[in-house]
């Protein structure tokens, strides 16, 4: 899961930025509105947390904009106001929940879980491939002997960073998607070591997985086939 804080406090934007990439998010971080109206357009994003009071463009024109322009990704409003009207219009620009701050860090990711667990819950999370199950939302990797849900289904335990490598890939079946997209999608912007961890991670799944499901598209990237 993919997130964007856009939040100009610059401690606490890192604070929670930190705080998320510990329970497993890949998260990006942007301290002015149209610089995170820009980010939210242009990436692909499971959830954004949204200040309010911000400079260039403030959070109810950035959640108003993206909504206008069609764009349904999860948006949990933060402020430091308060008050019926506040929420009512954060909400009535499209926002999907709102914390006022002083927040406690345990409320913000349990509101976090909440708005992902919605988001997954539309379309279903389940990719069934030959014997296995694939569920993005429960993020659990089943293999069954004959294809089908029974008694006989066996969990294959995968890292985060595995089950979210092969999330990129399941969601793409059948597609290229590229080494610079999974690290992208999988880790973030700010990641600079060697880009040659997907490849030490989709060895990896290959391993688990049991079956030549994913194939090397040489100088493309890697493409997830369903078996026939």
């Not at 995170?36 to 911000?54: F, P, Q, S, W």
């Not at 690290?183 to 049991?210: C, T």
Request: proline share 4%.
């Amino acid at each position: 899961m993919r997130l964007l804080i856009v939040e100009d406090e610059k401690r606490l934007a890192l604070s929670l930025a930190k705080g998320l990439t510990a329970e497993g998010y890949a998260v990006d971080v942007v301290h002015d509105g149209v610089d995170g109206l820009h980010r939210a357009t242009e990436g692909t994003y499971d959830l954004v947390i949204l200040d309010i009071m911000l400079p260039g463009m403030n959070g109810y024109r950035v959640c108003s904009t993206l909504r206008a322009a069609g764009h349904d990704v999860p948006i949990l409003m933060l402020t430091a106001k308060d008050g019926e009207y506040d929420e009512a219009e954060g909400l009535d620009t499209g926002a999907d929940d709102y914390l006022t701050k002083p927040f406690s860090y345990v409320v913000l990711v349990a509101r976090v879980k909440a708005l992902l667990r919605r988001r997954a819950a539309s379309p279903s999370p389940v990719h069934t491939l030959g014997n296995l199950k694939i569920d993005t939302a429960a993020r659990r990797v089943l293999r069954t002997a004959d294809g089908a849900t029974g008694e006989g289904d066996t969990e294959i335990t995968l890292t985060a960073k595995e089950f979210s490598v092969l999330e990129q890939l399941v969601v793409r079946v059948g597609q290229v998607v590229s080494k610079a997209e999974i690290l992208e999608h999988v880790w973030d912007f700010a990641y600079e070591g060697d880009p040659n961890i997907v490849e030490v991670y989709v060895s990896a799944l290959r391993r688990k997985l049991g079956a030549p499901l994913i194939k090397t598209v040489r100088g493309a990237g890697y493409r997830l086939e369903a078996p026939r």
